[in-house]
T-cell receptor, first 112, second 114 residues
Framework: KNEVEQSPQNLTAQEGEFITINCSYS?????LHWLQQHPGGGIVSLFM???GKKKHGRLIATINIQEKHSSLHITASHPRDSAVYIC??????????????FGKGTHLIIQP | DSGVTQTPKHLITATGQRVTLRCSPR?????VYWYQQSLDQGLQFLIH???????AKGNILERFSAQQFPDLHSELNLSSLELGDSALYFC?????????????FGPGTRLTVL
């Protein structure tokens, strides 16, 4: 079983829809990251969370530490939001020196 | 642009060969992480260097090694290459070695082993 589980694996929606991507993890973490990977392959860091909620433009990320769960929301979705969204966690073991552990990603397609 | 650079962008080589991938972190960042993204395994952590010293190892094969130089750039050496080593290799940098700093990813090196 993966330490980081994302759902859904694939999501196709119409432009303007509200999008939610979920991430559950099984280990104690010090931080959770949401990343975006475009078809060209480059990875962009969207959010780093250790508690609560963060907002950047049309993107909102929340985390519930007790339930080991995070969500990424996209409001007023647009075709340019089409990408793979990856949840990754930073474990507490190793004094924080370990790298990120990644979910398998959610492939999002927004149709015009 | 994250400020992290990686060279080369693409690399095509044959089985049994050795290659070196290079990463320059953002100005001021002391930590460099190496990650491998393959079709079957997804993204995996390979190794972390902080200010020239190895800090943590992940799923890095014995055929792979890395180092970080005094100017903080890092190199990932892959030897005795196999077909299964074909993947995207990313480096990411962060300010410190602890958990509370964002990681900035480079554009990646796409390695194809024929």
């Amino acid at each position: 079983k993966n330490e980081v589980e994302q759902s859904p694996q694939n999501l196709t929606a119409q432009e303007g829809e509200f999008i939610t991507i979920n991430c559950s993890y099984s280990v104690g973490i010090s931080a959770l990251h949401w990343l975006q990977q475009h078809p060209g392959g480059g990875i962009v860091s969207l959010f780093m969370l250790s508690s609560g909620k963060k907002k950047h433009g049309r993107l909102i990320a929340t985390i519930n530490i007790q339930e080991k769960h995070s969500s990424l929301h996209i409001t007023a979705s647009h075709p340019r939001d089409s990408a793979v969204y990856i949840c990754a966690v930073k474990g507490r073991s190793g004094g924080g020196a370990d790298g990120l552990t990644f979910g398998k990603g959610t492939h999002l397609i927004i149709q015009p | 642009d994250s400020g992290v650079t990686q060279t080369p962008k693409h690399l095509i080589t044959a089985t049994g060969q050795r290659v070196t991938l290079r990463c320059s972190p953002r100005s001021g960042d002391l930590s460099v992480y190496w990650y491998q993204q393959s079709l079957d395994q997804g993204l995996q952590f390979l190794i972390h260097y902080y200010n020239g010293e190895e800090r943590a190892k992940g799923n890095i094969l014995e055929r792979f090694s890395a180092q970080q130089f005094p100017d903080l750039h890092s190199e990932l050496n892959l030897s005795s290459l196999e077909l299964g080593d074909s993947a995207l290799y990313f480096c990411a940098s962060s300010l410190t070695r602890d958990s509370f700093n964002e990681q900035f990813f480079g554009p990646g090196t796409r390695l194809t082993v024929l």
